[in-house]
């Protein structure tokens, strides 16, 4: 994927080979209480990493923390190689938030939502060509280019959530991070949104997911990190993955050396060596 290159010497190198998140012992408070508490987690260029957990276990507030949004007390981030506090290339960055309304009252259409995923890009100028290319790409990728004209405020849930999808891959992300893109999500739109991944993982993007359940993405994602009371509790590798994709409610048949597997639920430790 085209991306600006990192600021500084060696920065092509960086941008190639730095994993696109890094995040080393990650600490954060949220209303006094402590949420992160030591959480390690990276995602390689080209990766694909689910981070699961059960409710309250601080995947959202991960990647709140990935995006600068909730700041760390303890820990470091680096994106794309550049520590947190020197990252300006925001718009390497494609987001999904945890289901929201795509424009909140606002009347807008869908091409309008999904075209303010190029802003970031276009510094608030007019649409090029390009830029005009990229919005039907992403709205074909979703399988909403029918709806291009529609006001968002007459979609249904899981259309808004396609054309925040289509929002996110419209700026083109070199990394891709979305917060339980699968919640009530049916099964078709399920299908879709896998499809597109791939095709998004296919052109180099690296991608981090907030899931309860991998349903039909787990073909895609490379290592599941689930978090537990704020901690890494452990890393399940590809082979592990098929059995939570399978058995994603904890009626895994115990195998061998292989820890009970459930979505945060009881857990065993991290996989040694396993990366986080
Ligand atoms: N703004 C906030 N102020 C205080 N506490 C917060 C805030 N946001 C989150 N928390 C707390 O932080 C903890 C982690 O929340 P987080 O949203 O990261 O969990 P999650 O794993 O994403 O959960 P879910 O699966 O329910 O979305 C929870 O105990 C939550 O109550």
């Not at 600006?4 to 092509?12: Q, S, V, Y």
């Not at 012992?25 to 508490?37: K, N």
Request: glycine share 10%; with cysteine.
């Amino acid at each position: 994927m085209a991306g600006a290159p990192a600021p500084g010497a060696g920065a092509e190198t960086d941008a190639q080979t730095a994993p696109a998140v890094s995040l080393r012992r990650a600490y954060a408070t949220l209303g006094g209480r402590p949420v992160l508490r030591g959480v390690d987690l990276t995602v390689g260029p080209g990766e694909t990493v689910a981070l699961l957990g059960a409710n309250g276990s601080g995947k959202s507030t991960t990647v709140k923390a990935v995006l600068g949004q909730v700041p760390l007390t303890g820990g470091e981030l680096e994106l794309f190689g550049t520590p947190l506090a020197r990252f300006r290339q925001w718009r390497r960055l494609g987001y999904v938030p945890q289901r929201s309304t795509a424009a909140a009252g606002v009347p807008a259409t869908v091409r309008e939502v999904v075209s303010a995923g190029r802003l970031a890009r276009r510094r608030f100028r007019p649409l090029s060509a390009a830029d005009k290319a990229a919005v039907r790409r992403a709205l074909e990728l979703v399988g909403m280019a029918d709806r291009a004209k529609d006001p968002v405020d007459a979609l249904s849930g899981g259309q808004h959530q396609r054309v925040l999808i289509a929002r996110a891959l419209a700026s083109d992300p070199e990394l891709l991070i979305m917060d339980e893109p699968l919640a009530g999500v049916d099964v078709v739109s399920q299908e879709v949104l896998a499809r597109t991944l791939r095709e998004q993982v296919a052109q180099g993007s690296s991608v981090l997911l907030v899931l309860h359940e991998l349903g039909p993405l787990a073909p895609l994602i490379d290592r599941a990190v689930v978090l537990r009371d704020g901690r890494v509790e452990r890393v399940d590798n590809p082979d592990q993955l098929h059995d939570l994709a399978c058995h994603p409610h904890g009626s895994v048949p115990q195998r061998e050396g292989a820890a009970k597997i459930e979505t945060g639920l009881s857990m065993g430790e991290p996989t040694p060596g396993a990366r986080v």
